[in-house]
């Protein structure tokens, strides 16, 4: 998947592009991006891209399992869902929890 940016000569989007480079750096996953669309306010985009990391990941990555399930529960908030976002932050807590017991 690749970004592009619609205007060179925006200097407004390089000042954002420069700040999510130096915040993500230059290895990109879905994860990232989802982010980026998330705080770019394309709530539908971001939710697509963190389902589709889901189907990515291997069953037993649980830390970024977790990671996905955080995030589309931050953006089913962000589209002002009021269920779905606790029951998917609690879904990630509990891989979270799992992971965590496993490793003691």
Do not use: F, W
């Not at 589709?52 to 069953?59: A, E, M, S």
Request: proline residues 1%.
């Amino acid at each position: 998947m690749k970004l592009t940016l619609r205007s060179e000569n925006d200097s407004k989007l390089k000042d954002v592009y420069r700040s999510l480079k130096e915040e993500i750096g230059d290895y990109v996953t879905l994860t990232d991006l989802g982010y980026v669309m998330r705080r770019m306010g394309n709530l539908d985009t971001a939710e697509q891209l963190h389902l589709k990391c889901l189907t990515k990941l291997n069953i037993t990555d649980d830390e970024n399992i977790s990671i996905c399930y955080e995030n589309l529960g931050i953006v089913s908030a962000d589209k002002g869902d009021s269920d779905k976002p606790l029951t998917l932050i609690n879904d990630s807590i509990k891989i979270k929890l799992k992971s965590s017991m496993s490793y003691t």
